[in-house]
């Protein structure tokens, strides 16, 4: 039986993006195939888990959205994970760098590339950091994608926001999690 590396599975709410607010069960997949500089994840911890142990973990909360997250996702996600997910009655969403293909079936897609290395075939957000850099390249990926841009940590709201408004087939995206201090 197929083990996934999990480095932790939580409850909190979506922060960023389309879905923010939205009740969520994180479950985050330790191991990413990029090294940005600014990465806030712990790669090296994780447990092994099955599927079954995934699910078992997340049918403890009541959310019926699942949020795959990393690291990157798509290194373990699979066929099995997304039906035993669903079959469980929950909805998927995936948070991914776009490098790497995903499995068939996911609610939703949200890509946050860090360079033009894209290989997966669909996303329904794009998500970038605006970091003073035009990522009009990044809206260009993906047809009829949501386009958000965040702030770099809230740092550059202001810049963030005049860019937005004067290329306004984007939307602001905040860290509210990190405004409102929950995981
Ligand atoms: S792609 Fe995301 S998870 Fe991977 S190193 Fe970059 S910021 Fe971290």
């Not at 191991?31 to 990465?39: A, D, E, S, T, V």
């Not at 019926?64 to 039906?83: F, H, K, Y």
Request: hydrophobic residues 40%; negative net charge.
């Amino acid at each position: 039986m197929k083990q996934y590396r999990v480095n932790e599975i939580f409850y909190s709410l979506q922060g960023e993006g389309v879905h923010t607010g939205l009740p969520a069960v994180f479950v985050r997949f330790s191991g990413c195939n990029k090294r940005c500089g600014f990465c806030d994840t712990d790669f090296a911890a994780f447990t092994l888990m099955s599927a079954a142990d995934i699910v078992a973990a997340v049918m403890h909360y009541p959310s019926d959205t699942v949020i795959l997250t990393g690291g990157e996702p798509a290194l373990q996600i699979d066929d099995a994970l997304v039906v035993a997910l669903h079959d469980a009655g929950r909805r998927i969403h995936v948070e991914t760098n776009g490098s790497l293909p995903l499995p068939s079936g996911i609610d939703w897609v949200t890509c946050s590339p860090k360079d033009r290395d894209i290989r997966l075939l669909h996303a329904d957000e794009v998500k970038v950091v605006f970091t003073g850099d035009d990522p009009q390249w990044a809206a260009e990926l993906f047809d009829g994608a949501v386009l958000s841009l965040q702030p770099m940590s809230c740092l550059n709201t202001a810049a963030t926001v005049d860019y937005i408004k004067s290329h306004p087939w984007w939307r602001l995206s905040l860290q509210t999690h990190k405004l409102i201090d929950i995981p």
